[in-house]
C-alpha cells in the first residue's frame, strides 16, 4: 500500500465549477500536511497547509481528518489558471529525520 | 521566490558515465533533499541531508550517491549512469525538517542513452 494515495483524476472540469480533491495516507504518526501545485513541466509549489480545524485560501479549502486520515482540497469557482497537477503531501517520520511523502497526482484540467 | 537553484537543467549521457548534479542555496537552510520524478511513481526521494557532511537514504537510493561539504551545495552523482536513471531530478532546501514544506529548485532533465 501507498503511504499517501490520491484520486486518481484526470479531473476535466468547466470554468466555474466546483472540484474536490481526496487523499488517504497510512502513517498515523503524520504531523504535517500540504497541498502542492505542480504545473507541467515545472517544479511542485507549495499551495497550502493544511490545518486540524480545516482552512481556507480564497477559492481554496483545505480539510484533515486525522482519525480517518484523510485529507481533501476543494476548489470553487475553477478558473483556466487552475490547470496543474494537485499533490497531496505528508510529514512522516523517517530515519533521523521527518520526511515530505509525496502522492502521485491528480490532474486537473479546468476547460473554457 | 527561495534562493535555489540546480544545474545543468538538461543532460544527456551515455550509459555507464559518471554523471554529477548540484543543487545550491543562498537561505542557509539546513536540510537539502534530491527527488526524482517519474510518471505513474511522483515524486521519491533518492537522499537528504540534514546538515554538512550529515545525509541519508532515502526510498530510492541504489546507484546514487551525494556529498555536502558546505551548507550550501549538495550534489548528487550517478556513478555509472543506466536507462532506469532517466528521469527528473529535483533538489529541495527546507528550514526545518518537514514541518513548513519544502522549496523546490527547477529541476534538471536527465537522459540516459
Known amino acids: 500500500r501507498k503511504e499517501v494515495e490520491q484520486d486518481p483524476g484526470p479531473f476535466n472540469v468547466p470554468e466555474g465549477a466546483t472540484v474536490a480533491f481526496n487523499c488517504t495516507y497510512s502513517n498515523s504518526a503524520s504531523q504535517s500536511f500540504f497541498w502542492y501545485r505542480q504545473d507541467c513541466r515545472k517544479e511542485p509549489k507549495l499551495l497550502m497547509s493544511?490545518?486540524?480545524s480545516g482552512n481556507e485560501d480564497g477559492r481554496f479549502t483545505a480539510q484533515l481528518n486525522r482519525a480517518s486520515q484523510y485529507i481533501s482540497l476543494l476548489i470553487r469557482d475553477s478558473k483556466l489558471s487552475d490547470s496543474a497537477t494537485y499533490l497531496c503531501v505528508v510529514n512522516i517520520p523517517s530515519g533521523s529525520a521527518r520526511q515530505l511523502t509525496f502522492g502521485s497526482g491528480t490532474q486537473l484540467t479546468v476547460l473554457p | 521566490d527561495a534562493g535555489i537553484t540546480q544545474s545543468p537543467r538538461h543532460k544527456v549521457t551515455e550509459t555507464g558515465t559518471p554523471v554529477t548534479l548540484r543543487c545550491h542555496q543562498t537561505e542557509n537552510h539546513r536540510y537539502m533533499y534530491w527527488y526524482r520524478q517519474d510518471p505513474g511513481h511522483g515524486l521519491r526521494l533518492i537522499h537528504y541531508s540534514y546538515g554538512v557532511k550529515d545525509t541519508d537514504k532515502g526510498e530510492v537510493s541504489d546507484g546514487y550517491s551525494v556529498s555536502r561539504s558546505k551548507t550550501e551545495d549538495f550534489l548528487l552523482t550517478l556513478e555509472s549512469a543506466t536507462s532506469s536513471q532517466t528521469s527528473v531530478y529535483f533538489c529541495a532546501i527546507s528550514e526545518l525538517t518537514g514541518s513548513y514544506g519544502y522549496t523546490f529548485g527547477s529541476g534538471t532533465r536527465l537522459t540516459v542513452v
Open positions: 493544511v490545518y486540524s
